[in-house]
């Protein structure tokens, strides 16, 4: 077998989180959740590079997602009047005016992956109920980051959570819809033909990590 075979994107990144599953339910260390940064930037760079048709456009269109999710969550941080009142603890590494600096990845790589899911199965519905399709995706896989993320210091509610699974404020899921709605609507129409298998792997493998903490890890 040829090794550079082995290094195909999508392995890679199933590696990764097979690793990661593992890493969190044994656990290996006690902060082994610390490295969520350093996770999320290579496997949105391994993502990236995997998609071969690449260009000006889709670097655009996540550019402006990371500038527009980061700059929404820290007017979020700052005022408490956006997603509900919430602070971002440590595990999310370096931040800037109590935002980690890295949630802007996270918002390029849910639209990215959102818009490239939506294009593969729904190619030819009309851009608006593609874009729809996009927020819903994001939206869920918020609910089930969000108890992960409250249980290992992501951040933290105000507010004490309604159950083992919505932990946040209802705004917090409507505004999550319309920002991400917003984004998929913007990015279908800049870049229309975004499809890249890798980016789409990584979403369902995050959707199964945190489904998987909540059902194994969480107590």
Sequence with gaps: MNPLKLLNPIRVLIIIYIVGIIGVTVPLHKDFMMLTPINLLTTFIIAVY???????????????????????????????????????????GPKIWGTPLIIGINWAMLVYASVSISNSY???????????????????????????????DFWSWALAPTNKLIVAPLENYIVWWLAAFLLNYLVQIIVPAIKNRAIEVLFYLQLLFFIWIIIFVIK
């Design 122 to 152: 729904f190619e030819h519905f009309p851009t608006i109920v593609k874009a729809a399709i996009g927020a819903s995706l994001m939206v869920l896989l918020d609910i089930f980051i969000e108890p992960v993320a409250v249980k290992f």
């Design 50 to 92: 995997a998609d071969k048709n690449k260009n000006a456009g889709l670097y655009l269109v996540l550019a402006f997602s990371y500038l527009f999710g980061f700059f929404l969550e820290l007017l979020g941080v700052q005022t408490g009047v956006i997603f509900g009142a919430y602070e971002y603890g440590d595990t999310l």
